[in-house]
């Protein structure tokens, strides 16, 4: 076999253009990488500043909830050593770190649901499910084995 110079230069320029391809989509993967990269910690930088400006608006009386579901009403806020004191219930307390409180209930959503129009006279009675009478016990009718039934 006779060796070409026109077939290497070509085989070496199909070699040349697939590298070149090869970069582009590596430096086009880089930047996507990138700009997740970016809008992560823009979204966490984002959501943290509004908790800090949640934080620095607590004030005793008002209604949160913790990050693991106990709602109470502030009593006390140290701000010093990241305290807040709550009132779970009358007479019961519970003192927790600042970044425990997750969120601040709005007490106007309770107050914003509509009077309902109906009565007790409104809801009808079901005298099969309201009779005391029956016969059945409290699990249900008695249970008839057909295997009784036969002849021994």
Sequence with gaps: MTY???IATVIAQAEGGQEGG???FMLLML????L??????RRSRKAMKTQQEQRASLQPG?????????YGTIIELDRDDNKVVLELSP??????HLQAVGQVVEESAAEELPESGITVDDIPDYPEQTSPETSDSEYGSEYKDPRDDRDR
Excluded: C, K
């Design 31 to 34: 930047a996507v990488l990138g």
């Design 22 to 24: 090869s970069s582009m």
């Design 91 to 96: 007479g019961h307390f519970a003192t927790v």
């Design 62 to 70: 008002m209604q949160v909830m913790t990050t693991f579901g106990l």
């Design 4 to 6: 070409n110079a026109e």
């Design 36 to 41: 997740l990269f970016f809008m992560m910690i």
